[in-house]
């Protein structure tokens, strides 16, 4: 680092950086709106961008109970992919991805996008079959999949350890080039930026006590800022979803668990791609920082706190040595934890909600972050014509009474 660029930062620290300029405005809350969104993650922006965006719709509010980016789309590993397995999940995620591939230009706003690749090892025969089965199906949806053998894995990920020798031996892998990362705040802070420029207030530290409803209608939210009026209302809150419904009177087949992520110290370029596995449970990738960013499944206690337990990060570092030996003198620098919303089919819950005028936006689990945009803009079309948009439909509510569940288990295999 230059001795100007030093000073420079040593200036702009003592004076608080007061010259630096604001991405959105922090207003007071009106009395009134078209639609109130509860939810400032990435799925409420991106919902309140496309509101504004596509169908004109400007006169909206984003209540969130604490800061932009501070629950989980801060707190997530940040991968993004579109190869699931059933046609529905395999549409949407897709639809994500191709808005992924454009929100740099899109925003205005560079949300670092590196499309990598991703890789889902499979260890034993069973993962070799359910892999070459998703492989198949990606490709009759149009999704680009490739199956790679031992030795092409090896070449494409040259750290890896799959010699026959290791304790989880492995057998091939499905890859999706076009799988990656972004960079999580900068996805929140692009979409609150480019909504906040079409109108949108983005209302911070305001908190969904309850909900207004009168003859069967939602007409407004009561909020630790006083009641605003909307004529709808939309709840995108991820893991807290379940308890806002139930203050409206809904009941949701959804269950909350803590997830947790750590990263290593940083160290010079060495993971040029994702690495996924079921089997012995951790997924692994290096951030722009150098630090290796890790996750694996979450804590089986269902609990609001943003943390999670010891035994989880235990398991996840041994799994990481048995894919990566090579790790084996890292050391850890720090461990974070989200909460995220489960629903029985591993599938989110997108449409209205039996209270008329009310919607939800949940219930993506493990998966939320990779489908941030495409999540936002079917929810957008959603909310603004009352009426589910083609891709969304197959996620209302409705199919935990019909039955048509959408399995995604096995895609969504472990977190991430």
Same mark, same amino acid.
Request: proline share 5%; aromatic share 8%; net charge neutral.
């Given at each position: ?200 207030? &983005?209302?911070?530290?305001?908190? /969904?006590? %309850?909900? @207004?409803?009168? =003859? +069967?209608?939602?007409? *407004? ?127 989110? &819950?997108?449409?209205?909600?039996? /209270?008329? %005028?009310? @919607?939800?936006? =949940? +219930?993506?689990?493990? *998966? ?49």
């Amino acid at each position: 680092m230059t001795q100007f660029s030093l000073l420079t930062l040593a200036r702009e620290a003592w004076t608080g950086h007061r010259r630096w300029p604001v991405l959105w405005r922090d207003p007071h809350p009106k009395p009134a709106y078209s639609v109130v969104i509860i939810g400032g993650g990435g799925h409420g922006l991106a919902t309140a961008y496309y509101l504004a965006k596509e169908h004109g719709i400007a006169d909206v509010a984003v209540l969130e109970r604490g800061w932009i980016g501070g629950g989980n789309t801060g707190r997530n590993t940040t991968i993004v992919r579109s190869n699931y397995l059933w046609d529905e999940s395999a549409a949407i995620y897709e639809h994500s991805l191709k808005l992924w591939e454009g929100l740099s230009r899109e925003l205005n706003f560079n949300v670092m996008l590196s499309q990598r690749g991703v890789l889902n090892l499979a260890h034993d025969t069973g993962d070799v079959r359910e892999g070459r089965r998703r492989v198949e199906a990606n490709r009759l949806n149009g999704i680009d999949a490739e199956w790679l053998e031992p030795a092409e894995l090896s070449r494409f990920c040259p750290i890896l350890d799959v010699s026959p020798a290791a304790r989880y031996p492995v057998l091939g892998a499905t890859l999706q080039r076009r799988g990656g990362t972004a960079r999580h705040d900068a996805v929140a802070w692009g979409y609150a930026r480019a909504a906040d420029r079409r109108g949108v207030d &983005i209302v911070q530290n305001c908190e /969904v006590t %309850g909900f @207004f409803i009168e =003859g +069967g209608r939602v007409r *407004g939210v009561e909020t630790s800022r006083g009641r605003i009026a909307a004529d709808k209302v939309a709840i995108v809150a991820a893991g807290h979803n379940s308890v806002l419904c139930r203050m409206a009177g809904v009941r949701l087949p959804l269950q909350s668990h803590p997830l947790q992520a750590l990263v290593s110290e940083p160290v010079k370029p060495i993971l040029d791609c994702v690495v996924m596995s079921n089997a012995v449970h951790v997924y692994v990738s290096q951030s722009d920082r150098g630090e290796l960013v890790m996750g694996a499944g979450i804590d089986a206690f269902a609990s609001y706190a943003q943390r999670g337990s010891f035994h989880i990060i235990e398991r996840e570092l041994a799994a990481c040595l048995e894919l990566f030996p090579i790790f084996g003198r890292l050391r850890m620098m720090r461990s974070w934890g989200g909460i995220v919303d489960i629903s029985p089919d591993a599938s989110p &819950i997108i449409g209205p909600l039996p /209270v008329e %005028g009310l @919607f939800l936006n =949940g +219930g993506w689990g493990t *998966g939320g972050f990779k489908a941030t945009p495409g999540s936002g803009h079917v929810f957008a079309h959603t909310i603004a014509r009352g009426a589910p948009h083609p891709l969304a439909a197959p996620f209302a509510l409705e199919r935990f009474r019909s039955g048509a569940l959408i399995d995604e288990h096995g895609a969504a295999a472990v977190a991430h």
